[in-house]
């Protein structure tokens, strides 16, 4: 089992930059996925982008592409998002979480992992 951390959230002006940081603790396998998530208030939780702790297949939901970059650093076991050009509706509480099972591209949907962190707050105003 592994056991997810996120940290990083805050407030931040319309076209500020954040960065979110999930440590994780326990074993990771590079076959599996590690994904990013948000929730808006009153919305479902969505994708927003995931990566390989091995060879780095990378995707990104269509509304991010070009503004966050997701990164790993294996030997410290964190996975970053970093947001730049953040606009009001990136507003939610931002989880990261590890998939359930191996496989080429990082699932998109929520039930396909199956670990979570705690989510961090991220509120970005106009």
């Known amino acids: 089992q592994v056991q997810l951390v996120e940290s990083g959230g805050g407030l931040v002006q319309a076209g500020g930059s954040l960065r979110l940081s999930c440590a994780a603790s326990?074993?990771?396998?590079?076959?599996?996925?590690m994904g990013w998530f948000r929730q808006a208030p009153g919305k479902e939780r969505e994708f927003v982008a995931g990566i390989r702790w091995g060879v780095s297949y990378i995707r990104y939901t269509d509304s991010v592409k070009g503004r966050f970059t997701i990164s790993r650093d294996n030997a410290k076991n964190t996975v970053y998002l970093q947001m730049n050009s953040l606009k009001p509706e990136d507003t939610g509480v931002y989880y990261c979480?590890?998939?359930?099972?191996?496989?080429?591209?990082?699932?998109?949907?929520?039930?396909?992992?199956?670990?979570w962190g705690q989510g961090t707050q991220v509120t970005v105003s106009s």
């Open positions: 979480a590890a998939a359930a099972s191996p496989g080429v591209i990082p699932p998109l949907q929520p039930h396909e992992y199956a670990n």
């Open positions: 326990g074993r990771t396998f590079s076959s599996y996925a």
